[in-house]
């Protein structure tokens, strides 16, 4: 292990010394995005970068507390009330609240925890070197450009998936408040007492929400990154390599996995287990007996699921996503070898017109093979283990190329959570443990009746 890391840091920094003119333009590149990135999006967070000033941090997590903790949990005792309550606050069935307990305590959590992930993150590493900034002047401009659009997409799918639930739920409590009248608890003015709680815990909701969805959209940007360079290695078997440059670009990749899967293995595995709790302790209670569940009742609730279940898939959707495309590179030295491997095998017969015509024909065939079934590929398949490539036909020994398969082989790359691969075998094990539970709880109470 140590020996890998050993050459790849030694072929690092020759390719710094070989593009050091393109270094110093792309850093003006990357300090005007990333500043475009944290006065746009990030800059509400406050803790961003490890040089944020005390008092910044002070306000970071002086709101943190306020938003996530306080105001959640004052509202949940002050706004309590019920039809059938005898001491408490007594309120119609439409205004009553059975579930939010469980949607504050899920949000409170999921956003808790992905506070101390960023400001961990960010406070650690800085967030240059957190987004992998810093190691893009080794990239080709592909991966650059690309990594920069990805940078202001994911801001949007940002606020594609924060906006649209924070006005449901924004809907929901100006109704809530202007419809209960004095039947809600209120201190001194209905009106004033309302508006302040109405205010201030919608800004709670879009705080916990934006916090959460904020660590997955980066944990899907960090990928995305890793997927342009793999997209950019499979080059390489498309051109005249050796096995050495290959070998050391594929290093570089594995050791950024798994960078990103220390980082982020507490993160995953926590948000596993806290999505899986609160849905079923949301299913058990939603299925009981006494249970009311409408849309005044349960909305919240659901919009509280849908927030959780979306962000959890986005990083297990991603991380299964980059591990599937560090596996593919095996199928794609496979077919280089393969295609190589013929080639010298009739080169050694003679070059013949027998041979080239054999050879002419393999090719033709594979062509004809990929047009035919071009207009059944979908728009999910592999860039990487791509159907219209055709490899360089190398000169480099069998040994040589059986030598680079076999470690392709035996060093397959990923996200892995504590030594488990997150590929797409684990998540159909996730979903039919998830669906052996579901079903589980359903028979202990729907079934009973």
Known sequence: MEEEETVTEFSLSKLKASLLPQQDSFEGEASIELKKLIKSTLGWVFFIDNESSLWRSGLSWSMFFLLTICVPLVSHFVFACSPSSSSGSRCDEDHSRPFDGIVQISLSLFAILSFLSLSSFTHKYGLRKFLFLDKLSHESQKVKQGYAQEIHRSMKILSAFVLPCFFADAAYKIWWFSSGGTQIPYFYNVYLSHTIACILLMSSWLYRISISFLVCVLFQLICFLQILRLEDFAQVFER??????????????????????????????????????????????????????????????????????????????????????????????????????????????????????????????????????????????????????????????????????????HNRAGITVYGFMLDRSWLHTIFAIQLSLTLWILNKTIGIH
């Open 240 to 409: 005249d390599s050796d096995v050495a440059s290959i070998l050391l670009d594929h290093l570089s990749i594995r050791r950024n996995l798994r960078i990103i899967s220390h980082r982020f293995r507490k993160f995953i595995l926590f948000s596993l287990i806290l999505v899986t709790g609160s849905q079923f302790v949301s299913l058990l209670r939603t299925t009981e007996s006494r249970s009311i569940v409408d849309i005044f009742t349960a909305g919240e609730l659901a919009l509280c699921s849908i927030s959780l279940v979306t962000g959890l898939f986005i990083c297990l959707r991603s991380a299964a996503k980059i591990t599937h495309k560090a596996q593919s590179v095996t199928s794609l030295a496979a077919k280089w070898h393969v295609c190589s491997t013929i080639n010298s095998f009739e080169e050694v017969e003679g070059d013949t017109p027998r041979s080239h015509a054999a050879t002419d024909h393999v090719i033709y065939s594979l062509n004809n093979a990929y047009e035919e079934t071009d207009s059944e590929e979908g728009d999910g398949d592999d860039a990487i283990d791509n159907t219209h490539f055709l490899p360089i036909l190398h000169a480099l020994s069998y040994q040589k190329r059986q030598a680079l398969l076999t470690y392709f082989e």
